[in-house]
């Protein structure tokens, strides 16, 4: 039996892809271990997003080749590298990377077994050159009975409801290495939803890259950049939501990577009218400078930006807004960061993280002036963090004395309906409520991001509460 180890990088889309492969790899009878020294294959499933994610990347990929070199045991072991590395530099990868046995591309995850065994078939003789299977752009996209093996907690789980992005963002790669928009049937997507459900699965996380754009890739009239979500012109993200909250059970549907071009009051009223759809959105706004906001294409206005989070704010009650924005994105000045800070310090987003611009080759964005030196991009990271972790603690601190539901991750440790999986804050509580269940607690504390709980109906005591800020 052929044993097969993974290591996955990036984001959830990413993941999702590793959890197909494991799904493919168990349906061929191979045995997936944690170890790489245990295994007969190791795939690296590499995200090159921007700068440092590439790095980390490639830093995986020497390591498990240095590893293997080690060790007699491993030095048969075959070495494949997936995913957006893989599939953005598809034609030099090879030629850079000769260490590799092969390359794999995002519409091969399904192909993952057999391209194995075509491996091992293939002695790696004296002159060997890595195989690349990439076959061009990706179109493919996973459907609900697609073979999948979750690598998440039993709890909760990321679902793909689309791949690829149709905006033109000049600081963005994402489009050229994850194809057009290709959304899934409502159908597909329900029927995944509800075996997570049977699963046992609290938190059912919606991913893709515009989660906003859902089903408009299908509507005869092809929505223009600031088409509002309106489901009587086809397929939409409120049909989607209205039948997932219509699912027997208790369990959470969260919003991620929502594009603000796509929102509108039937989404909005959707989102109220669901009490399954987590009082949590994420929306990347990457900045509010309109100079800024033209240059990056983002297909928005501040003037848009800020009616429509009136808006949200307005016709869901209790909402937690989650955003990120780019700092030292080319022909910035101090002017459009004072905006920026000024804006955040109005709008008090309840979660907010920061990027630093990555000049990413192939962008329109890598070739504008004048590009931000390095020192400026982490002096203005640094300032617009400050701000955030003042709000943030302020925030914090509004939640003191409220009773919350929330979803316990791990012993002692939990997430509210305002916190994502990996990205936002936690919530602290005794160990003794059950780990993947829902609880109601009482807010006795904070510390920044993070919350300090009891369970409900407890009061707190001196001794508890010194236990629970150790
Ligand atoms: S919406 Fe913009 S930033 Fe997001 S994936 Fe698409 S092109 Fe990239």
Same mark, same amino acid.
């Given at each position: 039996?052929i044993?097969?180890?993974l290591i996955?990088?990036g984001c959830?889309k990413?993941?999702?892809?590793?959890e197909i492969m494991? *799904?493919h790899l168990?349906q $061929?009878?191979?045995l997936?271990v944690p170890?790489?020294?245990k295994a007969d294959?190791?795939?690296v499933?590499t995200c090159?997003f921007?700068d440092s994610s590439?790095? !980390?990347?490639?830093g995986h990929?020497?390591?498990?080749?240095?590893?293997r070199?080690?060790?007699?045991?491993?030095k048969?072991?075959?070495?494949?590298?997936?995913g957006c590395?893989?599939?953005?530099?598809?034609?030099?990868l090879?030629?850079?990377?000769p260490e590799v046995? +092969?390359?794999?591309?995002?519409?091969?995850v399904?192909k993952?077994?057999p391209?194995?065994?075509?491996i091992?078939a293939?002695?790696?003789?004296a002159n060997h050159?890595?195989?690349?299977?990439?076959e061009?752009r990706s179109t493919w996209?996973?459907?609900y009975?697609?073979?999948?093996?979750?690598?998440t907690?039993?709890h =909760?789980?990321?679902?793909k409801i689309?791949?690829g992005?149709n905006h /033109?963002c000049?600081?963005c790669i994402?489009p050229?290495i994850?194809?057009?928009?290709?959304s899934?049937t409502v159908?597909?997507?329900?029927?995944?939803?509800r075996?997570l459900v049977?699963?046992?699965?609290?938190e059912?996380n919606l991913?893709?890259?515009?989660?906003?754009f859902f089903?408009?890739?299908?509507w005869?009239?092809?929505?223009?950049?600031?088409?509002p979500v309106?489901?009587?012109?086809?397929?939409?993200l409120?049909?989607?939501?209205r039948?997932?909250n219509?699912?027997?059970?208790d369990f959470?549907?969260?919003?991620l990577y929502?594009h603000?071009?796509?929102?509108s009051?039937?989404?909005?009223r959707?989102?109220a009218?669901?009490p399954?759809v987590?009082?949590?959105?994420d929306i /990347?706004?990457?900045?509010?400078?309109?100079r800024?906001?033209?240059?990056?294409?983002?297909?928005?206005?501040?003037?848009y930006i800020?009616d429509?989070i009136r808006r949200?704010?307005?016709?869901i009650?209790?909402i +937690?807004?989650?955003t990120t924005?780019?700092?030292g994105?080319?022909?910035?000045t101090?002017?459009?960061?004072d905006?920026?800070c000024? =804006?955040?310090?109005?709008?008090?987003?309840e979660?907010?993280?920061v990027f630093?611009?990555?000049?990413?080759?192939g962008?329109?964005?890598a070739?504008? !002036?004048?590009?931000?030196?390095?020192?400026?991009k982490e002096?203005?990271w640094?300032r617009v963090?400050?701000?955030?972790?003042?709000?943030? $603690?302020?925030?914090?601190e509004?939640y003191?004395?409220?009773?919350?539901?929330?979803l316990v991750e791990?012993?002692?440790?939990?997430?509210g309906? +305002?916190d994502?999986p990996?990205?936002?804050?936690?919530?602290?509580l005794?160990i003794?409520?059950?780990?993947? !269940?829902? $609880?109601t607690?009482k807010?006795?504390?904070y510390e920044?991001?993070?919350?300090l709980a009891?369970?409900? *109906?407890?009061? /707190?005591?001196t001794?508890?509460?010194a236990?629970q800020?150790?």
């Open positions: 039996m044993k097969v180890s996955s990088l959830a990413n993941l999702v892809d590793s494991v *799904g168990h $061929a009878g191979m997936v170890e790489a020294e294959v190791v795939i499933n090159s921007i590439k790095e !980390e990347s490639i990929i020497l390591e498990m080749h240095e590893q070199g080690m060790r007699k045991r491993r048969h072991q075959k070495l494949i590298v997936a590395m893989s599939q953005r530099f598809a034609k030099d090879p030629n850079a990377l046995d +092969a390359f794999i591309g995002l519409d091969q399904n993952v077994a391209i194995i065994e075509e091992f293939r002695e790696r003789g050159v890595p195989v690349s299977f990439i061009g996209i996973p459907d009975d697609t073979p999948r093996f979750r690598l907690p039993k =909760f789980a990321y679902l689309a791949e992005c /033109p000049t600081f994402i050229q994850r194809g057009r928009h290709r899934r159908a597909s997507v329900v029927a995944e939803a075996q049977r699963e046992g699965v609290k059912i991913i893709s890259q515009d989660t906003t089903g408009m890739d299908t005869e009239q092809r929505p223009s950049p600031r088409t309106d489901s009587s012109r086809g397929t939409a409120t049909t989607l939501l039948e997932l219509a699912i027997e059970g959470w549907i969260r919003l929502t603000p071009a796509h929102w009051d039937e989404l909005i959707t989102i009218a669901c399954k987590a009082r949590y959105i /990347p706004l990457q900045h509010i400078s309109d800024m906001l033209g240059l990056m294409q983002r297909e928005t206005t501040s003037a800020r429509l949200i704010r307005a016709g009650p209790g +937690a807004i989650r924005f780019i700092v994105f080319p022909g910035e101090e002017a459009d960061v905006e920026l000024e =804006f955040i310090r109005e709008t008090r987003f979660r907010l993280g630093r611009y990555s000049q990413e080759e962008t329109r964005a070739k504008m !002036e004048p590009q931000v030196p390095r020192k400026v002096a203005r640094h963090m400050a701000l955030q972790k003042e709000i943030a $603690a302020e925030v914090s509004a003191v004395g409220q009773t919350l539901k929330i791990e012993p002692g440790v939990a997430r309906e +305002a994502a990996d990205i936002d804050g936690r919530v602290y005794p003794t409520v059950p780990v993947g !269940e829902f $609880a607690v807010i006795t504390g920044d991001y993070d919350l009891l369970p409900a *109906g407890e009061e /707190p005591t001794r508890k509460v236990r800020a150790q």
